[in-house]
């Protein structure tokens, strides 16, 4: 039997792999908590060819070890509230000690080269007051990114960095302003810091950012990132005087799924090294840059993953390991490097790779106890012309696969726009297939990991060339015998919810929809998502004053009168992302019109409430698609 809705319960995550010099790998463990939501995490060592716990959990998260070994920091929430701290423990073992205190708790850390400093990012709010309990407040609203998916209200708070002495109790805040500043790293004498900020002209409009380096004492940033529109991570030279960075020079390209890879001097233009064939994957790995000048790094192409190498002064790119699986969350150390490894057999698991001969292997296989009553099913990738331009997709078989019968077979439409199915394990399709269903996973013109100007193919165009993509590979997989081209169905989540409603509104030929958290109304969200105006204005080709006509020519819900098939909506409450009032009107609409059409509310759940909701919830969201389809698709 394949994987089943209940499953998601037993299915344990991997992330932050962390590589000491001396082999072993401390790494990010969640399992899912039955009674209540974000599962519990805890800190795993790999050592001596074998895993066990490292700290007691039950959130702990984010392990680093100290340049020198002999520590690991980590993320775990304070003692008196969810807001994560900085914790400190040796690698020989004994008691974590918490080393931070910092009112908006703490985003992220990394340790200074002589091990005995931290710079943390912190959220800070100079205009938060407290009040009595149990009296109202009221929130004054200044711009436009006033809020965020899945942290609720942000008003004028802002990611700082500090620099904490562990040796004092007073920390040092290196940086203010109407900007976030993300992403720190110490150079390697100690005496800056480089990071990521926001904080730039039309921060509200746009979601452009830049590399800026600070004295580790204070004082006056410098920019560093000429050229660039966009920057997502940054790592230091041995020596110094230079930095790469993983980002994008064209301004049309936001999206961190398509990066380059530039090498950065301080009063140079940044210089791009890689990414031209395939693109990087963020972020980029601290110790990224090794003594011989080579750059380490993960890089995606046609959705699989690569381990690389390029020479810091350009040149060939080097493939040290590559194809049919997924990499991510990279950690770099001399001539060893682990990361996080999927593939469509198997969720992500600790994979370390020795960069002299390529060869690697797995430290774990967290997902066994699952993967041995539930084996994945079979994939093949599917590949045709359209107008120029090659479209790959991905078929997935139902378990006992026989030719000679006929299967449904449901359209599986990812979210984004510039989001990509890969080489990796995908619970949704596991489940459709599971339950006899072909399974056709897409990725459009629009989808990432096909270069540039494949991405860009999608801007102001949603609804149409993705759209005739998506109908190209639907016809072209029910040429095949075994497609029963009476029983189609489609699914897909936030652009995929668009493209779903999109479908039926265009489209007659499939009997059932699953549609979640969809975009159904672009001029109502560009001024209700908490990304509304950048994306929408990146996406869309303008504002929701000077492009009225445009917005809901390509909306779903001016085609609600024409849609015929049964639509279940699936939206969680508190989604700023795709705001739920997406799903209202076009439940309303298709309603009003006698439609067959079901909406099914998620309290207390965020855009990614699949991935991070309370449990009941996530299984709920696919036990009902697979009930709508099995009553639909029989």
């Not at 795709?578 to 079901?598: G, M, W, Y």
């Amino acid at each position: 039997m394949s994987l089943q809705p209940a499953d998601v319960h037993d299915l344990t995550s991997v992330s932050s792999p962390s590589l000491s010099a001396d082999g072993s790998v401390i790494y990010g463990q969640t399992v899912t908590n039955a009674e209540r939501s974000g599962g519990e995490s805890k800190l795993m060592i790999h050592n001596d060819g074998e895993s066990r716990p490292f700290s007691s959990g039950p959130k702990d998260s984010s392990p680093c070890h100290s340049p020198d070994g002999a520590l690991v920091g980590f993320l775990r929430p304070g003692a008196d509230d969810e807001k994560k701290q900085v914790w400190v423990i040796s690698t020989a073992g004994g008691e974590a000690r918490q080393v931070s205190c910092l009112k908006g708790g703490v985003q992220g850390f990394a340790w200074a080269p002589g091990a005995d400093r931290l710079v943390v990012v912190s959220r800070v709010d100079p205009d938060m007051v407290e009040t009595e309990d149990g009296q109202p407040q009221t929130q004054v609203v200044q711009r436009i990114r006033y809020r965020g998916d899945g942290e609720g209200w942000r008003g004028n708070a802002f990611s700082q960095l500090f620099v904490l002495d562990l040796a004092s109790d007073e920390p040092l805040q290196l940086t203010d302003g109407e900007g976030d500043h993300l992403a720190p790293v110490w150079s390697p004498e100690g005496d800056r810091i480089a990071y990521v900020t926001d904080e730039v002209e039309g921060r509200d409009f746009s979601r452009h950012s830049e590399i800026r380096v600070i004295p580790a004492a204070g004082g006056e940033s410098i920019r560093w990132s000429e050229g660039m529109s966009r920057v997502g991570s940054v790592a230091w030279s041995h020596d110094g005087n230079h930095l790469v960075a993983a980002g994008s020079h064209d301004p049309d390209v936001w999206d961190p799924r398509q990066s380059w890879l530039f090498v950065l001097t301080h009063g140079l233009s940044a210089r791009a090294v890689a990414g031209m064939t395939r693109t990087i994957v963020q972020p980029i790995a601290q110790g990224c840059w090794t003594q011989n000048d080579d750059l380490i790094y993960i890089a995606d192409h046609a959705g699989e993953s690569y381990l690389c190498s390029v020479h810091a002064d350009g040149g060939e790119e080097e493939i040290i390991l590559g194809g049919e699986r997924t990499l991510t969350a990279l950690c770099v150390q001399q001539d060893d490097a682990v990361a996080v490894a999927g593939s469509p057999e198997r969720p992500g698991d600790i994979f370390q790779v020795d960069l002299q001969d390529g060869s690697g292997h797995f430290n774990t296989e967290v997902n066994a106890h699952v993967l041995n009553d539930r084996p994945p099913v079979m994939v093949e990738k599917v590949t045709f012309d359209r107008n120029d331009l090659e479209i790959q997709a991905r078929l997935l078989f139902p378990d006992g696969f026989d030719a000679s019968k006929q299967y449904p077979l449901i359209l599986e439409i990812h979210g984004g726009p510039n989001g990509r199915f890969s080489d990796s394990y995908d619970v949704t399709q596991q489940i459709l297939s599971g339950r006899g269903y072909l399974v056709l996973a897409v990725n459009p013109r629009g989808s990432s990991s096909y270069g540039p100007d494949f991405l860009k193919a999608v801007l102001r165009d949603w609804g149409g060339e993705d759209f005739l993509d998506l109908m190209a590979a639907v016809d072209l997989v029910c040429e095949r015998p075994y497609v029963d081209t009476d029983r189609l169905g489609v699914h897909g989540y936030s652009y995929g919810g668009f493209m779903s409603s999109w479908i039926i509104g265009h489209d007659h030929r499939f009997k059932a929809a699953v549609i979640g958290a969809p975009c159904i109304n672009l001029h109502s969200m560009y001024g209700t998502s908490d990304i509304g105006v950048s994306f929408g204005e990146n996406q869309w080709g303008g504002s929701s004053i000077e492009n009225v006509a445009a917005l809901l020519e390509r909306s779903p819900l001016t085609y609600a009168a024409e849609v015929k098939t049964p639509a279940l909506l699936l939206h969680g409450e508190q989604d700023y992302r795709c705001p739920i009032e997406q799903s209202e009107q076009f439940f309303v609409a298709l309603k009003r019109q006698n439609k067959d059409v079901e909406f099914v509310r998620f309290p207390e759940s965020a855009h990614g409430f699949q991935q991070a909701a309370h449990p009941k919830l996530r299984q709920e969201y696919y036990q009902r698609m697979v009930d709508w389809f099995a009553k639909y698709l029989s």
